[in-house]
């Protein structure tokens, strides 16, 4: 069984390039000057701020110890 008889197409219609209107108007785009682009507004450059980041990082060590501390506690209970 060959694809053409699968996805319903036929060899005999021709090819998917004679789809193309060859005869289609090419339209030009209009580009903009540098000086018309507008300039994003200044944000805070500082971001979150290195007190929120080390925050951030030491509750996630915190909180992966303590998960850690408890996988270790339900196992150990399981084996003893």
Wanted: charged share 30%; aromatic share 8%; proline share 1%.
């Amino acid at each position: 069984m060959d694809l053409d008889s699968l996805f319903g197409g036929s060899t005999e219609k021709g090819t998917d390039l004679d789809l193309f209107d060859t005869d289609a108007e090419v339209q030009d785009v209009e580009e903009t000057e540098a000086d018309e682009v507008e300039e994003a507004p200044d944000e805070d450059e500082n971001g979150i701020g290195w007190k929120a980041l080390a925050l951030f990082i030491c509750g996630g060590l915190v909180v992966t110890g303590l998960v850690v501390a408890f996988m270790v506690w339900v196992i150990e209970g399981l084996v003893l």
